[in-house]
């Protein structure tokens, strides 16, 4: 069993940054990791994936650009650096242990979640 616990949530204004972390319970090299997220009355959608490596990275088009997918594995720790924010990006964002697919990522494992809102 594989725990996923985010921090880095918050509030911000339109314009703004933050760094969301997601940490691991266990070693998590063999796995590609991402970002999900789900607003309310909206279906939760795939934001951002990173290979095992990390030398692969594949983005939503609603965040190109402005949002990038990093990992150390030694820590255990996938990050997800969210700049030039807009109140669009108010929602839940879930961690997510899974596997590459056409889809963005097909997850095995979730985190509980840490909310982002940004005001206008």
């Known amino acids: 069993q594989v725990h996923l616990v985010e921090s880095g949530g918050g509030l911000v204004q339109a314009g703004g940054s933050l760094r969301l972390s997601c940490a691991a319970s266990v070693p998590f090299g063999g796995y590609a990791m991402g970002w999900f997220r789900q607003a309310p009355g909206k279906e939760r959608e795939f934001v951002a994936a990173?290979?095992?490596?990390?030398?692969?990275?594949n983005y939503a088009d609603s965040v190109k650009g402005r949002f990038t997918i990093s990992r150390d594995n030694a820590k255990r720790t996938v990050y997800l650096q969210m700049n030039s924010l807009k109140p669009e990006d108010t929602a839940v964002h879930y961690c997510?242990?899974?596997?590459?697919?056409?889809?963005?990522?097909?997850?095995?494992?979730w985190g509980q979640g840490t909310q982002v809102t940004v005001s206008s």
């Open positions: 990173i290979s095992r490596s990390g030398r692969d990275t």
């Open positions: 997510a242990v899974g596997l590459i697919s056409g889809s963005g990522l097909t997850p095995n494992y």
